[in-house]
């Protein structure tokens, strides 16, 4: 009779589990649902409708034409064709298109991130890991700037990150499509934007991590990956660049050997060391708030304490990479070379055990989230300048200086823009000079008598440009001339426009 009970009893609750299988699954799923949610509704709420960053009206401006090669044609040296082609179909999606169309791709690219991202730390870790990680991932100012923004690196993070996925599938299932899928994707991330290659030590890190017993032979196979995916980039982008220009390995040159080998094998001085350590550090404060440093010596602390080298290993084969970016500083955003950097920092985030400690550090990062999240809802700061310049009543016939941080969104026809350059700033000053003499008026923007320093970037002061102002540039050219106050902005006094007069 008790053997019968039992029976009955595992009958019932195998048809209850098979009756209700789908909610039970539901359920599993929960946290990954509402967490996705959360995420679109912090993203695709709230894209930009205006070209914010350096390089955002150039990439507006090309993703209006009708001629994909024209317009990569007049791209800068850092071409970007799968965005590039991307964005002059999504401006189709109206007759009156706008930068929100451009922003719309950077989402849905975030979008496809934070699944292959949550699945990838899923598979790795373990579920409960990979909901802890996805949530800092929506407040991290730097990630939701990239994927709110005209800008091309939610792309390159997009099929990296896939890239990555695929990988740790083919590392567990040895099936040749997962191969397939990640040469794939790392090809096209190597086509969009070169300089993402900087980050391939993630997939030793992951090889390392991972494999049992078979790590040379995974290692050998991704040197395959490697070297294909490179070498079919430089391929496409050839014959792409081919059908756009003249000179294409002209450009090809500039892009690998020019921009990027002296961007990483050059200028390694130990003063330079320390101006990366410091901009690795500012970016990781600004970009990713105190939080994330924290979790850093928290997690390394315990990692090292309890031996688990392997795993170590793996997140430091991010910070590598990171370490370099650095160097790039200038890229403005936060420094945008470093954006995959927000997906170890959430890994990390998601590690810590102590749930007080967890969830006091999501608090702080959500604070830090929503001082950049207020001051991309105000009017962007560019329009506030252009207002001031209209308040003052310029001519085209007079002169006005402005810093080249003001150059992207404010290209005026009687602008001459101050941007470090030793010679062009004897030019800028003579002329300036001249046209005193001339009698013509002369204005000067506050960004250009402070640059390089208090420079806005988007709507906040660039993270390294928060230095002392008395050694600008034109800091002894103007001593001594008389600069009278022509417009001004209570509530933004470093867009003050000045008149300069002998």
């Known amino acids: 009779?008790?053997?019968?009970?039992?029976?009955?009893?595992?009958?019932?609750?195998?048809?209850?589990?098979?009756?209700?299988?789908?909610?039970?699954?539901?359920?599993?799923?929960?946290?990954?649902?509402?967490?996705?949610?959360?995420?679109?509704?912090?993203?695709?709420?709230?894209?930009?409708n205006y070209p914010h960053f350096y390089d955002s009206p150039e990439y507006l401006r090309e993703s209006?034409?009708?001629?994909?090669?024209?317009?990569?044609?007049?791209?800068?040296?850092?071409?970007?064709?799968?965005?590039?082609?991307?964005?002059?179909?999504?401006?189709?999606?109206?007759?009156?298109?706008?930068?929100?169309?451009?922003?719309?791709?950077?989402?849905?690219?975030?979008?496809?991130?934070?699944?292959?991202?949550?699945?990838?730390?899923?598979?790795?870790?373990?579920?409960?890991?990979?909901?802890?990680?996805?949530?800092?991932?929506?407040?991290?100012?730097?990630?939701?700037?990239?994927?709110?923004?005209?800008?091309?690196?939610?792309?390159?993070?997009?099929?990296?990150?896939?890239?990555?996925?695929?990988?740790?599938?083919?590392?567990?299932?040895n099936k040749f499509i997962y191969f397939f899928f990640s040469l794939t994707c790392l090809t096209m991330a190597f086509l969009d934007f070169i300089g993402i290659a900087i980050w391939v030590s993630a997939f030793?890190?992951?090889?390392?991590?991972?494999?049992?017993?078979?790590?040379?032979?995974?290692?050998?196979?991704y040197a395959l990956e490697l070297l294909l995916s490179i070498s079919l980039s430089i391929v496409f982008l050839y014959l792409l660049l081919n059908k756009a220009i003249d000179n294409p390995l002209e450009r090809l040159n500039d892009l690998l050997f020019v921009y990027g080998k002296s961007g990483i094998f050059e200028g390694w001085s130990l003063l330079n060391i320390i101006r990366m350590f410091r901009n690795n550090l500012f970016v990781l404060y600004y970009g990713y708030s105190l939080a994330a440093i924290v979790a850093i010596f928290i997690v390394f602390f315990n990692l090292?304490?309890?031996?688990?080298?392997?795993?170590?290993?793996?997140?430091?084969?991010?910070?590598?990479?990171?370490?370099?970016?650095?160097?790039?500083?200038?890229?403005?955003?936060?420094?945008?070379?470093?954006?995959?950097?927000?997906?170890?920092?959430?890994?990390?985030?998601?590690?810590?055990?102590?749930?007080?400690?967890?969830w006091s550090l999501m608090g702080i990062l959500i604070f830090y989230f929503g001082f950049t999240f207020c001051s991309y809802l105000k009017t962007p700061i560019p329009e506030i300048q252009r207002d001031l310049i209209k308040k003052a009543k310029i001519n085209e016939s007079d002169l006005i200086i402005l810093s080249d941080y003001q150059r992207p969104q404010l290209n005026l026809p009687n602008a001459v823009f101050i941007n470090g350059d030793l010679q062009e700033q004897i030019k800028t000053e003579s002329l300036i000079e001249e046209s005193l003499f001339d009698h013509k008026k002369v204005f000067i923007s506050q960004q250009a008598i402070d640059f390089p320093y208090w420079q806005y970037d988007g709507q906040e002061i660039h993270i390294i440009s928060k230095s002392n102002s008395d050694k600008a540039v034109l800091n002894d050219f103007i001593n001594g001339k008389e600069l009278d106050l022509v417009t001004k902005n209570n509530n933004y006094p470093l867009l003050n426009i000045y008149q300069i007069k002998r």
């Open 204 to 221: 030793i890190g992951l090889i390392v991590y991972r494999s049992k017993g078979n790590v040379f032979k995974n290692l050998f196979i």
């Open 64 to 173: 209006l034409g009708t001629n994909f090669y024209l317009s990569l044609a007049k791209s800068h040296e850092s071409v970007h064709p799968i965005w590039l082609y991307l964005s002059q179909v999504f401006q189709k999606i109206n007759i009156d298109s706008t930068a929100w169309e451009i922003s719309l791709i950077s989402a849905i690219s975030g979008l496809i991130t934070i699944f292959a991202f949550y699945f990838f730390i899923k598979i790795l870790f373990k579920q409960r890991i990979a909901d802890k990680a996805l949530l800092p991932l929506i407040f991290f100012p730097h990630l939701w700037l990239i994927q709110t923004n005209i800008m091309h690196e939610s792309i390159d993070v997009a099929l990296f990150i896939s890239a990555l996925l695929f990988y740790l599938l083919f590392i567990d299932k």
């Open 304 to 358: 090292i304490k309890n031996k688990k080298n392997k795993l170590l290993l793996f997140i430091i084969s991010f910070f590598i990479p990171f370490f370099l970016t650095g160097k790039f500083w200038y890229g403005g955003l936060y420094g945008r070379y470093s954006i995959m950097i927000a997906f170890p920092l959430a890994l990390i985030l998601a590690l810590i055990k102590n749930k007080k400690i967890y």
């Open 1 to 48: 009779m008790i053997n019968l009970f039992k029976k009955l009893k595992v009958l019932i609750n195998l048809q209850w589990n098979q009756k209700f299988k789908f909610l039970f699954l539901k359920n599993k799923f929960s946290n990954f649902i509402i967490l996705t949610i959360i995420f679109i509704f912090t993203r695709f709420l709230f894209l930009a």
